[in-house]
């Protein structure tokens, strides 16, 4: 049996969505949450996906997850809570939002009651997750695939996120003095250092985690989820791909910068760097595009990617196990790729949430998974019928 490392053993939600009040007791096997379209399923995924950094997987407000009853938002904010196994260790993780007397909202998290930064936090967990929103990444705008790669980058670095967060801000303020013309050359200056410093950091980040993907993808055995091969089309991740240090990059984004200003400034926005990057992935069985491959064969190579992913996060000497969160992934599969899935999960270690609108989607799982019917916002245990 494979280590399991970091898992869930129990999970509780209050007022988070449509859950009142869900606790949910389970063991380290694949969670697989079976229910009508609405009753709550993926808003448990969401809830998993909160323990980690960022907004979750439907990158969502933080006020907007407030459960919503009789068309009114129920006061007060939401919390989750989640007992965690970390080989053998007890872990108590807890993430809300707190509203103020003056109805002012802040996200508050602990771990072992203690106050926790996202950033710690997203040391302890890395979390993974598939969408039907992502099933066509491959061929949407390369702002989407970015922000898809980006989430797995995270799950190997963490403070991926920071980084990308300061990178953002730098660019609005720069984006800003142009707006507003005849920008102070002195302030560019100072607003290029730290843009071309996360920019840097962003590419390096980007470029190592591309060779630890791709190098478990090319461990993968032949089998129902086609390889892929990835690449990134971005001149500064090309540089760090090929070895150049984070210095020479900053140097070179710098440089890139000061020499773009009166195009940019005649533009009003910044035109070059790390947020016009884009990913690139190809059918590595048919040497095609993944934009070319069609829909079914899109959504193996992305499955491929995403099970690639978890094993070298697993793999790794710099994460526990990750949290693997694949929402509705058994219905867009047919019987032999779903029951290769669900072999691989079980021999994969972590643990795996699944979500899907019928119980017998999961049968192919027998015993090495656990179940639960999820109806209106309640959830029942369902023992397995072998």
Excluded at 70 to 88: F, H, L, N, Y
Excluded at 150 to 173: C, F, N, T, W
Excluded at 264 to 276: E, F, P, Y
Excluded at 314 to 332: I, R, T, V
Aim: aromatic share 4%.
């Amino acid at each position: 049996m494979p280590a399991q490392g970091l898992t869930i053993q129990r999970l509780a939600l209050h007022n988070f969505r449509n859950h009142a009040s869900t606790v949910l007791e389970m063991d380290s096997r694949p969670v697989c949450l079976f229910g009508a379209n609405g009753a709550g399923k993926t808003n448990l995924l969401e809830a998993v996906s909160m323990l980690g950094p960022g907004k979750g997987l439907r990158a969502a407000s933080l006020p907007s997850l407030v459960r919503v009853d009789g068309g009114e938002t129920v006061q007060g904010g939401w919390a989750i809570s989640a007992r965690m196994d970390d080989d053998g260790l007890d872990r108590q993780i807890s993430v809300g939002l707190e509203v103020s007397a003056e109805g002012r909202t802040r996200r508050i998290a602990k771990l072992d009651d203690a106050p926790v930064s996202q950033t710690n936090l997203a040391e302890l967990i890395r979390v993974v997750w598939l969408t039907p929103a992502m099933d066509r990444v491959f061929a949407g705008p390369a702002g989407d695939r970015r922000k898809f790669y980006d989430r797995q980058v995270l799950a190997h670095i963490p403070s991926h996120g920071s980084v990308s967060a300061a990178y953002e801000k730098a660019m609005r303020e720069r984006n800003a003095l142009f707006e507003q013309g005849r920008p102070d050359p002195s302030w560019l200056d100072a607003l290029e250092a730290r843009l071309a410093e996360a920019g840097a950091a962003i590419a390096v980040n980007r470029a190592q985690a591309l060779q630890r993907i791709q190098n478990a993808i090319d461990a993968r055995p032949e089998g129902e989820f086609p390889k892929a091969d990835l690449s990134i089309a971005g001149e500064f991740e090309a540089m760090a791909l090929q070895g150049d240090s984070q210095e020479g990059i900053e140097l070179r984004i710098r440089d890139s910068l000061k020499d773009g200003r009166g195009r940019d400034s005649a533009a009003g926005r910044t035109l070059s760097g790390v947020h016009r990057s884009d990913l690139q992935v190809s059918h590595r069985p048919k040497q095609l595009p993944a934009a070319q491959c069609s829909t079914g064969e899109q959504k193996a190579l992305l499955m491929g990617m995403i099970l690639a992913n978890a094993k070298a996060l697993l793999e790794g000497d710099f994460a526990p196990n990750p949290l693997l969160l694949l929402d509705e992934a058994a219905a867009h599969l047919d019987s032999a790729r779903r029951a290769a899935l669900y072999d691989e999960l079980a021999a994969l270690g972590g643990q795996a949430w699944l979500t899907g609108t019928d119980a017998a989607l999961f049968d192919a799982f027998g015993d090495r998974a656990q179940r639960f019917c999820v109806e209106n916002g309640l959830v029942t245990k369902v023992e397995n019928s072998g």
